[in-house]
């Protein structure tokens, strides 16, 4: 017997009385019953955006949901800024050039921070500009971008911000921070199995959406927002209800456990994790500090290959983390821990990456990324 533990940055596990609820018996979606499972789970959104603009819901992955902002908010030709560092602000650059729009792109190096100076520079500098997407949580490399100081620093343009693995993991205040589009979905730290996407929107961004000329038909905002606005409020097309019903298990459990706490318990998850990684001789490739509270990154001793770790961790102790992309292929080990994670998954997970590591010939103090993450847990957990 192995047990599996998924320690992804997505797809998360979800917990028993989400997973329930994917069996419950199906209903019509066309009737006030249904709808009111519909709009709790908007409305519960909302709340965990922090926002009170409409909340779009669909069926597909996230980058459906992207598509659909692009698609939403521009015109063919239409200028947008996408602020990148990681793999998932390259899906954008590439996303927005497949639609034919003209791309600026302000590339970092992957984990390191915007700058905001450039980039409010470039708004300035860049005729026909109409939108800036940035990512939140870029899971790519574990950092956590300052969303917030980007929509001051793009101000007159429409903000999008992809918050896939950031909504539910790491603060993020969509009205108070003045972002329009905040696009995220619900295998990350919304404990749920794939396939929903949802998207705010905000007054700025439906004035932007009435004069924007994309083809659009799927994901269009103003056919969703008009079948929410029925008499009995539901989507245009067939939703994933076993989903939804999943999603608002889910949701409740977070506004149960409450926002501030799921957050808190996040930082917590991050500080153990580094220390741990600290503890096992390893350097962080993620930054040691408290925002990077989804996914922690950690930079492989050279001889090292991450892919073959990432097969050994799952072959051998059932520990399913996940290496990385483009220029940190092989070099970097990333752990995931957003969502329905606990201390004692990240104990186990660094437990598992000693062992490995030993395995491919790297000799850590034994117990020593364990005992540096116990150390946290006294200190920070007895009372
Ligand atoms: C996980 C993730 C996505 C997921 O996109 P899918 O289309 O659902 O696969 C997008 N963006 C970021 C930043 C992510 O972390």
Redesign the pocket.
Known sequence: MKKYRLMV??PTPTPPHVAAAAVLPLEDERTQAYAQVFTRVLGNLGRLLVTDNDVLLFAS????A?EGALQNLLSPGDGVLVASNGA?GE?WVAMAEAYGLKVTAIRHEWGHPWDLERIAAAVADTPGLRVAVG?????STGMVNDVRGFAAATAPLVTVV?S??GVGACELRTDPWGIDVVVG?C??ALMTP?GL?FCSISERAWALHREARLPRFYFDWTEARNFLRAEVPRTPWTPAISLINQLDVALRQIHEEGLDNVLDRHVRLGRVARAGVRGLGLRLFSPDEDRHAAVTAVELPADIDGDALVDVLVARYGVQLTGAQGPLQGKVLRLGHCGFVDAFDVLASLAAIELGLAELGYRAAPGGGVSAAMRWLHEHLLP
């Open positions: 940055p997505g992955s996230m980058t459906g992207f998932f899906r990512v939140h949580c870029e899971t992809d896939a693995s979905g295998q990350k794939p996407a």
